[in-house]
């Protein structure tokens, strides 16, 4: 018998357009008023991550990270969108790229606000009823008015707007709209804030986005305290030869950083706190390694752009050490956190066209049901060549591609994760790939037009 029948095709022609089905939550408790910490790197595949499988390329030393991911649930077939901007925005507003505008990374000389009618995540938290102090500090890339973050809902913003830093050590900081130049190593100053703003919350629940530019561009030589790879010079030419290894060096001073940050919260906050960390995107091609092909790593539709680490721990995480199999969204994080939080996320989204599934369910049921039939990668704008351009759905099986210029590509994720065999090229389809990919393109078809198409 096939494992796809007519309500499956059904619920993935109705998944991400805001209609989506989920799986039976009414067991899943709603929590208590608990902190949620959100850690977010830059440009980290699952292949970097050392909370995943050995995929055979150098990892640095991520101790923090791997205790953090074996204390919670770590998520196998999570999805980010292939670059920063829109993984961002979705994470915001619980919204898909196509809703928000934001397909692609904006350039830092043309930052552009999220529209003003978006209902950002801590604007939903108030709405929810949630009491909580709202922060974030690190990597905006949202918009180029250095009131933006604050705009967008944040009570407290302390960061970068930009892109990337020019320098990570001299770069301009905005703490809620004022501009100022420092010269503390970047990954330093984002956890100096983040552990500044924690420690000012002493009688309310709060929840802190710190989102980290590292270990993005441009690569250097971090503070030898918070690394060890002594072979590195930090000259131009070194950096030239040898980009990976200083990769896996801000990797290794990241994570160093992440357990100063674990370190600084007093024991009863901590216990009282759930963390989520995520990478924002793949692994960019100069640095990848060879684990998939260049053009298949960040800013593509491939799994070396979308597939990304993503681990929850804390207090409501039920059996820690666990994996989850479903797939997921980065997106997904809009409305978890606001489960996390002990919103009513009835009231905080009332109103809205949401595409967010809560990942509360797998954190408190070991056999909770799949949230979502579907995932959605896009990524669209004048930024973006037609080579790159489209849309990407999995139903955690199967894999279809719609690029703009080059058309379908069907891959079978459980025999080929690393999309290496294209399905449509390789004869005729199986019955069940055939289900699968009348399935998942009636379900594309059903979006509308990316605004380049």
């Given at each position: ?31 208590g008023p608990h902190n949620v910490l959100l850690v977010v790197s830059d440009d980290i595949g699952v292949e970097i991550s050392a909370c995943y ?401």
């Open positions: 018998m096939l494992p796809f029948t007519l309500p499956m095709v059904l619920t993935a022609l109705l998944a991400c357009t805001g209609k989506q089905p989920t799986g039976d939550d009414s067991a899943v408790e709603t929590p499988p050995d995929q055979g390329v150098a990892r640095a030393p991520q101790p923090r990270l791997q205790r953090l991911c074996a204390q919670g649930v770590a998520f196998d077939h999570a999805w980010s969108a292939p670059v920063s901007s829109p993984t961002r925005a979705g994470m915001l507003t619980g919204r898909e790229g196509w809703r928000t505008g934001v397909g692609e990374a904006q350039d830092d000389d043309v930052l552009t606000a999220l529209d003003a009618g978006e209902r950002s995540l801590p604007a939903a938290l108030a709405l929810g009823g949630a009491p909580h102090a709202s922060g974030m500090v690190g990597k905006w890339h949202l918009g180029s008015d250095p009131a933006s973050p604050n705009l967008a809902g944040w009570l407290h913003f302390a960061g970068a707007l930009l892109g990337e830093v020019p320098d990570y050590y001299a770069w301009d900081e905005v703490v809620d709209g004022t501009t100022t130049p420092v010269s503390t190593y970047a990954t330093t100053r984002t956890v100096d804030q983040a552990l500044s703003f924690i420690q000012g919350q002493q009688d309310t629940p709060w929840v802190l986005w710190v989102a980290f530019n590292a270990p993005h561009t441009p690569l250097h030589l971090p503070p030898t305290s918070l690394q060890g790879y002594d072979d590195l010079s930090g000259t131009e030419d070194d950096i030239t030869a040898r980009p990976a290894r200083y990769y896996q060096a801000m990797v290794q001073a990241m994570d160093s950083e992440i357990g100063r940050l674990l370190d600084g919260i007093d024991p009863s906050v901590m216990a009282n706190t759930d963390i989520i960390y995520l990478g924002d995107n793949g692994t960019a091609g100069l640095v990848n390694q060879g684990f998939v092909p260049n053009d298949h790593a960040k800013a593509s539709l491939y799994a070396g752009g979308v597939h990304v680490p993503l681990f929850v721990t804390g207090p409501d995480v039920v059996d820690p050490g666990r994996r989850v199999d479903a797939p997921v969204e980065s997106l997904d994080l809009f409305a978890t956190i606001l489960d996390l939080a002990g919103a009513d996320r009835a009231a905080a989204t009332t109103g809205l066209d949401l595409d967010a599934a809560s990942l509360l369910p797998y954190l408190q049921d070991p056999q909770a049901a799949p949230q979502r039939s579907t995932v959605l990668a896009e990524i669209f704008g004048p930024r973006t060549d037609a080579d790159h351009q489209g849309r990407a759905m999995s139903d955690g099986h199967y894999k279809l591609l719609s690029v703009q210029a080059r058309g379908e590509e069907l891959y079978d994720l459980q025999e080929d994760p690393l999309e290496q065999h294209d399905l449509l090229v390789a004869g005729a389809l199986s019955e069940e790939a055939q289900v699968a990919h009348d399935a998942l393109q009636g379900a594309l078809a059903a979006l509308p037009a990316l605004p380049a198409e």
